[in-house]
Structure formats: structure tokens, C-alpha cells
């Protein structure tokens, strides 16, 4: 495993470790880390849209 994917894999486990901190202690959920989603093609269409006519300006 790459120190790239090492790392990416640390911050994806921190996120995850600090968002179920905060539901422990009953907080606002915030964390420092990524997280993981599914892809949502839609909006990815638009901000491909809104990309295209901003470069065109």
C-alpha cells in the first residue's frame, strides 16, 4: 500500500472515529477528516454545467 493511500485511508478512519465521538457525547457533528459518499451523478452534471458557462465568460 502507497504512503498516498495510507494517508487517505487515516483520514477517512478519522473521520468516521470523530463523527461517532460527537454522536457519543451528543454534539454537533463536525470532523477534520474525508468522507466517503456515493457518487451523485446529477450534481456532478451540474457543476460540470456551471463550470462550462463560467469558463465561457
Same mark, same amino acid.
Given at each position: 500500500?502507497?504512503?498516498?493511500? /495510507?494517508?487517505? %485511508?487515516?483520514?477517512?478512519?478519522?473521520?468516521?472515529?470523530?463523527?461517532?465521538?460527537?454522536? &457519543?457525547?451528543? /454534539?454537533?457533528? %463536525?470532523?477534520?477528516?474525508?468522507?466517503?459518499?456515493?457518487?451523485?451523478?446529477?450534481?456532478? &452534471?451540474?457543476?460540470?454545467?456551471?463550470?462550462?458557462?463560467?469558463?465561457?465568460?
Amino acid at each position: 500500500m502507497s504512503q498516498a493511500s /495510507k494517508h487517505t %485511508k487515516w483520514c477517512i478512519d478519522k473521520a468516521k472515529k470523530e463523527i461517532e465521538e460527537c454522536k &457519543r457525547q451528543g /454534539k454537533r457533528i %463536525k470532523h477534520r477528516g474525508i468522507l466517503q459518499t456515493t457518487p451523485n451523478t446529477d450534481m456532478a &452534471r451540474k457543476h460540470i454545467i456551471k463550470a462550462e458557462h463560467n469558463s465561457r465568460q
